[in-house]
């Protein structure tokens, strides 16, 4: 299809193991995000990808999550050693870049993750 | 720093009343984006509306319309003759600067329930 394209749809994994979430981006979007939406917490920030620029990791609530964007496209994000509290949807965004401000961002349906 | 407020967590009312879910603001900045987001029970988060802090004409979309208010912070969204399908929690979010892309603050969220 053409939207953001997320998987798994759903990870059940071990406290302790490290999983790897993938989003594929709508094709010609420059910009992509990665947030997080647990139950309390609301929709909240993890990372954002633009161009060749160094991402913005500001958002990211310990060493134990990474991201990585290959080619300008794909990106994965790594969380390492995984907690109880990281059970959450993952959700990716992508959007267009302008000079005309904020684009809209699109998303994916997300990736539950589990952690048992 | 940014702030987004939805103060009603859930709202339940019955098909075909007009419903307005309430969002307040904040920010240092005096460029900003608004906008507002549909998560209906599937999960993905579908785009309604952009809002740059220049332009504070309402904006009506067939059932949908928005009220800006700068003065008061608010970004209050209506649905008018409301319908089973538009059963969803709804976010409020807002984005700083005016060019280039930042990520998306988000409020809670509003869950409405429209009963047949």
């Known amino acids: 299809g053409a939207g953001v394209s997320q998987s798994p749809s759903n990870k059940v994994t071990e406290k302790g193991k490290d999983v790897e979430l993938r989003c594929d981006p709508i094709s010609g979007h420059t910009a992509l995000y990665w947030y997080r939406q647990s139950l309390g917490q609301g929709l909240e920030f993890l990372i954002y990808?633009?161009?060749?620029?160094?991402?913005?990791k500001s958002g990211l609530p310990s060493d134990r999550f990474s991201a990585e964007r290959t080619g300008g496209s794909v990106s994965t994000l790594t969380i390492q050693r995984t907690q109880q509290e990281d059970s959450a949807v993952y959700l990716c965004a992508s959007s267009l870049v302008s000079g005309q401000g904020n684009q809209p961002q699109h998303f994916g349906d997300g990736t539950r993750l589990s952690i048992l | 720093a940014q702030k987004v407020t939805q103060a009603q967590t859930e709202i339940s009312v019955v098909e075909k009343e007009d419903v307005t879910l309430d969002c307040v603001y904040e920010?240092?900045?005096?460029?900003?984006?608004l906008f507002w987001y549909k998560q209906p029970p599937s999960g993905e988060l579908v785009f309604l509306i952009r809002?740059?802090?220049?332009?504070?004409q309402n904006e009506i979309s067939g059932r949908y319309s928005w009220n800006f208010q700068k003065s008061t912070s608010s970004f209050n969204f209506t649905i008018t003759a409301s319908q089973v399908v538009d059963s969803a929690v709804y976010f409020c979010a807002l984005s700083e600067r005016y060019s280039g892309n930042t990520p998306l603050v988000f409020g809670k969220g509003t869950r409405l329930s429209v009963i047949a």
């Open positions: 920010t240092r900045d005096t460029t900003y984006y």
């Open positions: 990808f633009q161009g060749n620029s160094a991402p913005d």
């Open positions: 809002r740059n802090s220049f332009d504070e």
